[in-house]
């Protein structure tokens, strides 16, 4: 998928940032090479440090409780999203969500794809094994995400 088309609400796994936050800066982390052992879980090779001092890096992902995560990438993201949507509707065009493995645990992509619905009348799909209904209006697909997205894309 196109980057500039994707918003990470809760980042992303693939950028780092420094524990400490000795600065701002996201970085990518496609060069970092950890090894575990799959027994204990322990790493086996060095972890990641920042880039900007020697404290560790650690990944660019919101967690519980998280007051140390940097959430520029995510804002950038997510202005880009919604600059696509004041565009399409301006243009009269719909909306459809394919929401896909959202569960009830952490609503944060249910409630924005609700949102979506009801602010902009946008249609709803919604692929998930357990946690499948939604408001009045939403296609539900009691399906795992692949088995979902090939019955849409193949029917």
């Not at 088309?5 to 090479?33: A, L, M, P, T, Y």
Request: with cysteine; proline share 4%.
């Amino acid at each position: 998928f196109d980057t500039e088309k994707i918003v990470e609400r809760h980042g992303s796994i693939h950028f780092s940032q420094c524990v400490d936050r000795c600065s701002n800066d996201i970085w990518s982390n496609s060069e970092v090479k950890l090894t575990v052992d799959s027994d204990t879980f322990l790493a086996k090779s060095d972890l990641p440090k920042c880039k900007h001092c020697v404290s560790l890096s650690r990944p660019n992902i919101l967690m519980f409780g998280d007051w140390g995560y940097l959430a520029e990438r995510t804002r950038e993201q997510q202005e880009r999203l919604h600059e696509w949507i004041r565009q399409t509707i301006s243009k009269k065009l719909r909306i459809t969500v394919i929401e896909i493995g959202a569960g009830k645990d952490v609503p944060t992509v249910r409630h924005f794809s609700e949102e979506m619905m009801q602010q902009y009348g946008a249609n709803l799909v919604r692929i998930n094994p357990r946690d499948y209904d939604g408001p009045q209006g939403t296609i539900a697909l009691p399906l795992g995400g692949f088995e979902g997205l090939d019955k849409i894309f193949n029917s």
